[in-house]
C-alpha cells in the first residue's frame, strides 16, 4: 500500500471504496496516475469535468477570478453571480436562480420552493413530495427522503417526512396516488443515472407536465447529472417538450468546482424573499467564473457532437458479445453486460481506461469534447473486455 493509500486510510472517513489508482495530473480525456500509467478517462468525476482535465479555458477563467477576488459572501454583489444566472435564464427561460455547492443542495432548495408555494397558496397541509420509485436526489436527510430506492433509507431513520413514491413510467399509478396526497410537487429525473442510467418514456413524462399544471403541482426535474449538455440537450427535459416549474443542476456547470443551481419559473420566481433561504458559498464568484465558461461553450456545434458521439458508443455495443443491453442520452450512457459490472470495470481500469458503474450496469459519463478516436478505442477496449468475460 502506497503512502497516500495509509494516510486516507488512517484519517479519511471510511464511505468511499477507492480504487487502487491514485491520479496526480490529467490533460483532456487522459488521467495520469503516480506511477505514470495514463488512463482514458470515460467518468469525467462523475459527471463533473465536463471539458477534460486541465481544460486552459476553464483554468483561464478561474484564474482570472481567482487575481480578483476569490469570496465576498452573499452580503455584496459580485459580477460572475449575477452573469451565470442571467446566462441560465436566457438559455432556458426560466425566470431566477439560486446558487449553491451540490446537487443535494439544489434539491433541498427545491423542496423548500415547492413547500413555501404550496403553503402560501393552499396552507401547511399541502406539503407532500412525489418522487419516483428507483430515483436519486442525494445524500441528505431530506434528499435521501425523496429519492425512492429503499437502500438508502434503512440506515438513517428517521428521514424528512413528507415524501411518497411511485413507480416510473406508470402515468395511472402516479395520478391515483396524487389525488390522494394532493402534493406540493413532483420531482423526476428524466434520465435515473444512479438508478442505472434508464430514460423516461417521453408519454408518461408529457401526461405528468399536463396533470400538473391542471392541478397547480409544481414540476421539479432534478437534472443535476443529466444537465449541461450531458444529453445532447442543455438540459434533458428540453428533448421531452415540457416545462418544469423548477430544475436543479450541478456537476458538470462548474466543470470541476462545487456548484449547485436551482432555477425557478415563472410561477415560483419570487417565493423565496430575503432571509427565507442562504448559502455562504452560494454564488462563489470563481466557482461562477468557471461555469460562466463551461456554459459558453456548450453550443449548438458542441452538443451535435455529443449526440455523434453516442451514435457511435451505441453502435459499437449494441449487439456486441457479452453486451445484453445499452440505455441512455447523449453521453450518458448504462450499459448491461454478461459478466458483473464490477468485473468489467476492473480489468478495463488494467487496460487504461477508467469507467463507473450505476446498479449493475457499466455507466459512462466521458467529457462532452473527448476527441471521437479517443472514444473509440476506449469503448474498442470495453467491447473487448466484454466479450472476454461472457463465457
Not at 487575481?67 to 459580477?79: D, F, M
Not at 466543470?255 to 454564488?283: N, Q, R, W
Amino acid at each position: 500500500m502506497s503512502e497516500i493509500m495509509e494516510r486516507d486510510a488512517a484519517f479519511v472517513a471510511g464511505t468511499y471504496a477507492r480504487f487502487p489508482v491514485e491520479i496526480v495530473s490529467g490533460h483532456g480525456s487522459v488521467a495520469v496516475d503516480s506511477a505514470g500509467k495514463e488512463y482514458i478517462d470515460l467518468g469525467s468525476g462523475i459527471g463533473v469535468t465536463a471539458f477534460g482535465y486541465s481544460d486552459s479555458a476553464w483554468v483561464g477563467a478561474v484564474t482570472a477570478q481567482l487575481g480578483q477576488v476569490q469570496h465576498a459572501s452573499n452580503l455584496y454583489y459580485t459580477e460572475p453571480c449575477g452573469k451565470l444566472a442571467e446566462t441560465l435564464c436566457a438559455r432556458t427561460g426560466l425566470k431566477k436562480v439560486f446558487f449553491s455547492n451540490s446537487g443535494a443542495e439544489a434539491n433541498e432548495c427545491a423542496v423548500k420552493v415547492a413547500r413555501k408555494y404550496a403553503a402560501d397558496k393552499y396552507g401547511p397541509s399541502r406539503h407532500v413530495i412525489v418522487t419516483l420509485e428507483n430515483s436519486f436526489h442525494g445524500r441528505t436527510l431530506t434528499t435521501l427522503a425523496a429519492t425512492g430506492q429503499e437502500k438508502f433509507h434503512k440506515l438513517f431513520q428517521p428521514l424528512t417526512p413528507g415524501f411518497v413514491h411511485t413507480p416510473p413510467n406508470d402515468f395511472d399509478a402516479l395520478e391515483g396516488l396524487c389525488e390522494v396526497v394532493h402534493p406540493a410537487a413532483v420531482m423526476i429525473e428524466c434520465i435515473q443515472g444512479e438508478g442505472g442510467v434508464l430514460p423516461l418514456a417521453p408519454d408518461f413524462v408529457k401526461s405528468l407536465a399536463d396533470y400538473c399544471r391542471q392541478r397547480d403541482v409544481l414540476l421539479i426535474v432534478d437534472e443535476v447529472q443529466t444537465g449541461n449538455g450531458r444529453t445532447g440537450t442543455l438540459y434533458a427535459y428540453q428533448q421531452y417538450g415540457v416545462m418544469p416549474d423548477v430544475v436543479t443542476t450541478a456537476k458538470g456547470l462548474g466543470g470541476g468546482l462545487p456548484i449547485g443551481a436551482t432555477m425557478l419559473g415563472e410561477k415560483v420566481a419570487d417565493v423565496l424573499g430575503k432571509g427565507d433561504h442562504g448559502s455562504t458559498f452560494g454564488g462563489n464568484p470563481v466557482a461562477c467564473a468557471g461555469a460562466l465558461n463551461i456554459l459558453s461553450r456548450i453550443d449548438d456545434d458542441l452538443l451535435a457532437a455529443v449526440r455523434e458521439k453516442s451514435k457511435t458508443v451505441f453502435s459499437m455495443l449494441e449487439g456486441a458479445k457479452g453486451v445484453t443491453s445499452i440505455d441512455g442520452m447523449g453521453l450518458m450512457i448504462g450499459v448491461k453486460t454478461v459478466a458483473p459490472a464490477s468485473e468489467i470495470i476492473s480489468e478495463c481500469l488494467e487496460r487504461g481506461v477508467l469507467l463507473l458503474s450505476a446498479k449493475d450496469k457499466v455507466r459512462l459519463l466521458p467529457a462532452l469534447n473527448i476527441p471521437p478516436e479517443l472514444l473509440q478505442k476506449a469503448v474498442g477496449i470495453l467491447r473487448d473486455v466484454c466479450a472476454a468475460h461472457a463465457g
